[in-house]
T-cell receptor, first 109, second 113 residues
Framework: KNEVEQSPQNLTAQEGEFITINCSYS?????LHWLQQHPGGGIVSLFM???GKKKHGRLIATINIQEKHSSLHITASHPRDSAVYIC???????????FGSGTQLTVLP | DADVTQTPRNRITKTGKRIMLECSQT?????MYWYRQDPGLGLRLIYY???????NKGEISDGYSVSRQAQAKFSLSLESAIPNQTALYFC????????????FGSGTRLTVV
């Protein structure tokens, strides 16, 4: 079974800070997803990547396949970025995702 | 309208009652999923369906059943609800043509008393 570990579990930052959330997994994968869950509970897909780096606005996701590690970066953080960020992976033969337990991010004004 | 709609949004039910959670989508995706989320735990897969005739159990299917009534509709039933089924439930869809990008519903908060 592919285990997915996220760190940190909780992160508090001041507005404007650069934020990094990490995700490590244990077996080879075909894709990694980053999701965002707001306090109301809804989940939004931020990125899906299988190699390299993707950028969308202030969000950047990177993946290192050899090291089995991905990072989600937020530049110039804002209180509206406060949410739970979830990493999920799909291994080659699996028909579904395995999820990490999430990182609770709080950005203070 | 939302791409993936779950009903109800919130539900309180008594132990032993049968309850159905409904999910409908306008994405045209062929794949649909039911997950539950408990505090401190990752999302866990209950059931998934890759088309109307393809239904599969996930890692925590005991106590649950599903019905894929159409490509756009996927319902989750708790035959006899118990308190440890209190959780946040999510429906999601994905599509091979979108390289498995996922779209989630807004969730159903279920409380079994």
């Amino acid at each position: 079974k592919n285990e997915v570990e996220q760190s940190p579990q909780n992160l508090t930052a001041q507005e404007g800070e650069f934020i990094t959330i990490n995700c490590s997994y244990s077996v080879g994968i075909s894709a990694l997803h980053w999701l965002q869950q707001h306090p109301g509970g809804g989940i939004v897909s931020l990125f899906m990547l299988s190699s390299g780096k993707k950028k969308h606005g202030r969000l950047i996701a990177t993946i290192n396949i050899q090291e089995k590690h991905s990072s989600l970066h937020i530049t110039a953080s804002h209180p509206r970025d406060s949410a739970v960020y979830i990493c999920a992976v799909r291994s080659g033969s699996a028909r579904q995702l395995t999820f990490g337990s999430g990182t609770q991010l709080t950005v203070l004004p | 309208d939302a791409d993936v709609t779950q009903t109800p949004r919130n539900r309180i039910t008594k132990t032993g009652k049968r309850i159905m959670l409904e999910c409908s989508q306008t994405k045209g995706h062929d794949r649909m999923y039911w997950y539950r989320q408990d505090p401190g735990l990752g999302l866990r897969l209950i059931y998934y369906s890759f088309d109307v005739k393809d239904i599969n159990k996930g890692e925590i299917s005991d106590g649950y059943s599903v019905s894929r009534q159409a490509q756009a509709k996927f319902s989750l039933s708790l035959e006899s609800a118990i308190p440890n089924q209190t959780a946040l439930y999510f429906c999601a869809t994905s599509d091979f043509s979108n390289n498995y990008g996922y779209t989630f519903g807004s969730g159903t908060r279920l409380t079994v008393v």
